[in-house]
């Protein structure tokens, strides 16, 4: 293997670290709207199926730093888990926004991509810790109202083969 493509493979292990990373960030983000959707569901806010999915459309529209807002007016955690969402959501829209661009000299060196890569990894460890406490909460409300993860699936089987 030449220089040229020690460097390629290199580049490519900060581009799988940080496909990684999205990944989780997309699933935490999934998970607040799924926090806000159950929480209307067991508050009886919407009955009918059409009133969540308009409810889905636009709350998926929404900024996360907003919706994260809302699920933490209504949810207390005990120990307080709100800065890691917080610390979640910041990290999430730097990721997307001007991670990349922030760090292009460091990606131009060896050691650089190296740090890059352990960064990924720590951001990675962030958006899972965030993802795994939302999931926590959606679990919560989803055994208030009493539904279980089968009748999810299934009608979640359900809407993909009605689409």
Known sequence: ????????????????????????????????????????????????????????????KRPLRQLLREVLERVRFEPDITSTFVEAIEQRNFLAHKYFWDRMEDFATKEGRDRMIEELNELTQLFYSAHRFSSMITRLYVEQLGVSGEAIEREMDRLKNTT
């Open 1 to 60: 293997m030449d220089q040229k493509d020690a460097e390629r493979a290199h580049d490519n292990q900060v581009y799988q670290a940080c496909g990684l990373a999205l990944r989780w960030a997309q699933l935490f983000e999934a998970e607040i709207v799924n926090v806000l959707l159950f929480h209307s569901l067991a508050r009886k806010k919407f009955l009918v199926r059409s009133k969540a999915e308009a409810f889905l459309i636009h709350t998926e």
